[in-house]
C-alpha cells in the first residue's frame, strides 16, 4: 500500500510511464485556470454544456461495464452499480447548474472533439471487448477528473466560489475513494487478464488521457 491506501499494480506504473500526457490531462490549462480564479466564464459554460452531452453517453458506457462486471464475476458488482446510480444524481446536477448558468442544455450543438470521444466510448459496449479492458478505462477517465478538480480546491487555490461545486462533485474525498475503489479492480482484473487485454487497456489508458486533453481544448477553445 503507498500513501493512498492503493496497492501499487499495472495502473500506478502506467500513470508512471505516462506520466507528461497523465500531467497535460490532470494539469490542463483550463482546470488551472479555475484553480488560479482566471477562468473565462464563456469558457465554463463551454465546458458544463459539452460535458452534459458527454455524460448523457458515459451513461451506456458504465452500463455495459456494469454488464459484462455481472456476466464474469460479481464481487465488483456493488462499486459498478454505485457509479451508474450516481450518474442519475450527475444528471439533475447538470441540469440544476445549467439553469443556474442561463444555459438551455435542449440547444447545445456537440463539439467535435465530444463527438470523438462518444465514438470511443461506444466502441467498448461490443461484447468483444474484455471486462477487465473495459472497467481500466472506466477508472481513468473518472480519474482524470478525480485529479483535476481535486487540485482546484487543495490548499492556495483561488477558485471563484460559483465554481467550487463543480470541483467538489469530482475533488471530493468521497470520489477519490471510489476511483481508488476502481484502481483496485483495475489493477486485480489487470492481473489476471491475458496478456493482449492488459495491452489493450494500456492503448486505452493512453488513448483516454489524449481524449480528456481534447475535452479540455474543445472546452477552451472550441475547436
Ligand atoms: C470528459 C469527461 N471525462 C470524465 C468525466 C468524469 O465523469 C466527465 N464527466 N467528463
New binding site residues.
Partial sequence: MDGDGVEAGTTAAWIERHQQMYERATRHPFTVSIRDGTIDLSTFKRWLS??YL??RE?IAFVASVLLKCCKQESSDMEIILGGVAS?SD?LSWFKNEAAKWGIDLASVSQLKS?TE?HRFLRSFTEPEVIYAVAVTTFWI??T???DSFGFCIEEGNKTPPELLGTCQR?GSAEFKQYCQSLQRIADRSLANAPADAVKSAEEAFVR?LE??IG??EMSSSQS
Fill in positions: 459539452q460535458d458527454f455524460v458515459f450518474l450527475e465530444n470521444y477517465i473518472e482524470v477528473y478525480q469530482w483516454v481524449l480528456e475535452f479540455w
